[in-house]
């Protein structure tokens, strides 16, 4: 398509339309903030690794600003350098550890919604398949990354959120729009990128324990701090409870570690993991026949060996990363009985060069990707794929004026080759506010369930393709607060659905993706601080209806922080979406909204006391339809930070 061809050749000649803005502004006009080179190659190697590394904001809410108002959050995902949240030309918002803290969350779907323009929808309670939608992409059209390594299933291309805690979680990243020119595959609404906590400091050990209702219990161990010549931090958890209908029941364990060492003043080693094992009661919809029997297992391990040098000018990074997981289910009632048994595989190596030129810095990188997916219970469906790809990507400063065009080369042993370009910008008015843009291509690669299933693929479909956007402006506010507003569009072509005419998946549908978001951040006096995101989502498709999509997501965290007492009063709210009925016809479905609370009191330096409401009100909706959403939920707890 023409505008692809568009997209990648403004990405090549953007260097030279900045290289004449750079001649025009002299560098005085820079304002305060560009000053400094936002993405300078650090000078200490343990805030070296771009990827899972960044510079860690204060614990304490509000803190994110330096004592001039000035942000100095880091983000890493926009540009796979580090570099200030306020210098970013992308569309990202950072969910932040204090934040996490605050909100006291029972897993990571409670922390996600805190993005704007990111709904996610979950098939009943905890546990359960839960995905998201990032600006009208699905989950398989949103790249999901656990420290920089690749998390969405080979199989199918999603992630499933609904058994992932946030023990030792430090940040994450969520980064809106299509980024395959950085990125390749699968980044066609964006890109969520979640991030390890880094060791440092005195070694110390903690712990909490909570209890609930449905016979709610957790467990969690931690353990953080400096371990001989290097830096550990740990964390491990436990988790029962009996859900609210009969077989709705979920366990989980899981446990993330990571450990770096510096080998020398420039050169770090970075090792990460993390793993689940979950058993979940899958009771089925509401308007279907109730199953007493069916179980899922999914356990999914993680890991990665990050290497990092910081020589000069010249920031070198190497990655070598893997995911293994398997996912067991087993249906007695069905006819016939149902037992499956997926396992992904995936192995990535990942290194890139950026050099520091000072109102530039290229990026040059590659990787190879070789992934797997098996089920001994499917004749025929073990396959297997190997992916190489080349990316340069160019960030030029030239006075008020930031532009970053990229290109990604991908080819894949499945498809062929592919090509993606993005570019991105900001003007900057003054020191506090600027307008950014962006223009971009995606693809998302067919999954193995797409094109080797038995009995319902077809091995010759095609990547989906997008063409996206987006506008707004930015202004960083008093005490570091910050506003976003932004508008998005994006078309979608050659998207996979079924067939009549072939009775298979075929790149038939087109689809169209629009809407705004605006994002707000800003402390106010005594510890109080406000984050409220509103989007809006217009959906159109010459197929089938885009189903789950919200016509408007909103939510809002009232966070307050004061000498022993902290508390987070939530708010979300969906607006309405097309879903399947009983009969798997599409139909229009309402919307909902819900409270959330949770309080906690340091009865001593390093223990607390708290509590946290679910659905405060008990309130009766359906994230999707058929499959009733938690009800109140109320959870006692003891956290200490040192035993």
């Not at 299509?178 to 390749?184: K, M």
């Not at 953080?224 to 409870?241: I, Q, W």
């Amino acid at each position: 398509m023409q505008i692809e061809k568009l997209i990648i050749a403004a990405a090549l000649l953007a260097p030279t339309i900045a290289a004449s803005a750079q001649d025009a502004v002299p560098a005085q006009n820079a304002t305060p903030a560009q000053s400094v080179a936002p993405v300078a190659a650090p000078e200490t190697s343990t805030d070296a690794a771009p990827v899972a590394a960044p510079a860690r904001p204060s614990d304490k809410p509000g803190d994110d600003a330096g004592d001039d108002g000035k942000e100095t959050v880091i983000v890493v995902t926009a540009a796979r350098n580090p570099r200030r949240l306020s210098d970013a030309t992308s569309a990202v918002t950072v969910i932040t550890r204090a934040q996490i803290e605050q909100k006291k969350p029972f897993d990571i779907t409670d922390v996600l919604r805190m993005a704007p323009s990111l709904s996610l929808v979950q098939s009943g309670g905890r546990g359960q398949i839960a995905t998201v939608f990032l600006r009208g992409a699905s989950s398989s059209q949103t790249l999901v990354l656990v420290d920089g390594v690749r998390f969405n299933s080979p199989s199918n291309g999603l992630v499933d959120f609904g058994t992932l805690g946030v023990e030792n979680i430090e940040r994450i990243e969520v980064l809106r729009g299509p980024q395959s020119a950085l990125y390749g595959s699968d980044a066609l609404g964006g890109v969520i990128n979640i991030i390890t906590r880094r060791g440092g400091g005195e070694f110390r050990t903690g712990g909490s324990f909570e209890f609930g209702n449905y016979s709610t219990n957790r467990q969690e161990i931690s353990a953080r701090g400096s371990v001989g010549k290097g830096a550990l931090s740990f964390g491990a958890t436990r988790l029962r409870s009996s859900g609210q209908a009969i077989n709705s029941d979920f366990r989980d364990l899981g446990a993330s570690l990571r450990y770096d060492r510096a080998l020398s003043s420039r050169l770090n080693l970075a090792l990460l993991g993390r793993a689940d094992d979950a058993q979940v009661g899958v009771p089925g919809q509401n308007f279907g026949a109730f199953n007493p029997l069916a179980r899922s297992q999914p356990r999914n391990l993680t890991g990665s060996i990050q290497l990092t040098n910081t020589a000069g000018k010249r920031r070198d990074q190497i990655v070598i990363g893997m995911l293994d997981r398997r996912l067991q289910f087993n249906d007695p009632l069905a006819k016939p009985a149902i037992i499956s048994d997926t396992h992904d595989r995936l192995q990535t190596l990942d290194a890139q060069t950026a050099f520091n030129l000072g109102r530039q810095t290229v990026t040059l990188g590659g990787e190879l990707r070789r992934q797997k997916a098996s089920d001994p219970n499917l004749m025929g469906f073990n396959r297997s794929s190997t992916t190489r790809a080349l990316f340069v990507q160019d960030e030029i400063r030239a006075g008020k004026l930031s532009l970053v065009p990229g290109v990604r080369y991908e080819s894949s042993s499945q498809f062929g080759h592919d090509t993606n370009g993005r570019i991105s910008g900001a003007y900057n008015f003054n020191a506090r506010s600027k307008f950014k843009a962006s223009l971009g291509s995606g693809f998302r690669a067919p999954s193995f369930v797409d094109l080797y299933f038995p009995g319902y693929s077809n091995p010759n479909l095609q990547p989906e393709k997008s063409a996206s956007y987006d506008f707004g402006y930015e202004r960083v506010l008093p005490r570091g607060g910050r506003l976003e507003v932004m508008r998005f569009h994006s078309r979608f072509r050659s998207l996979i659905a079924f067939n009549p005419a072939t009775n298979a998946p075929s790149n038939i549908d087109r689809a169209t993706t629009q809407g705004y978001e605006i994002s707000l951040d800003q402390p106010f006096a005594n510890g109080l601080r406000a984050i409220v995101n509103l989007a809006t989502l217009s959906t159109s498709s010459n197929g089938a209806p885009l189903v789950r999509r919200p016509k408007f997501t909103a939510t809002t965290d009232l966070l307050y922080r004061r000498g022993k007492l902290n508390f987070d009063l939530g708010f979300v709210a969906q607006g309405r979406r097309n879903d399947f009925d009983a009969m798997f016809n599409t139909t229009g479905f309402g919307g909902f909204s819900r409270f959330d609370f949770s309080i906690g009191y340091d009865v001593r330096p390093g223990v607390q006391l708290y509590t946290r409401a679910q659905n405060l009100f008990n309130r009766r909706y359906e994230a999707v339809s058929g499959y009733p959403a938690p009800r109140f939920n109320l959870v006692f707890g003891l956290q200490s930070a040192a035993f």
